[in-house]
């Protein structure tokens, strides 16, 4: 279900700034987890997050956000997307590098 919730976020106008935010990374940076975000995008193997570093790289605001779209509890969508987030960015950057809107419009 949380693959799901990825790919339906992607759907919708705000998909390539999703991207973006994880690329350039600022909160996961600033939480520490810069390195493991990267390794989602790039071309190497993913490395795993754990649910309370992937929520303090998140932060309150995007959390409930993704809580208000998907109607999740809080644990629910943590835990799912810290097993679901690696993979399914790294499925959508195969080129190791944040696709274009264009790009990713072919790949959904």
Known sequence: ???SLIIDCKSNSA???WFLKI???PQFQQSGQGDVASSWVGKGPNKTIAANDLAKALG???INTLMAHTGMSRDELIAGLSQALPEAVNHLTPEGRVPTEQELS???
Request: aromatic share 0%; no cysteine; hydrophobic share 15%.
């Open 1 to 3: 279900m949380t693959t």
């Open 106 to 108: 072919r790949s959904l």
């Open 23 to 25: 690329e350039h990374r």
């Open 60 to 62: 309150t605001d995007q």
């Open 15 to 17: 998909r390539t700034s």
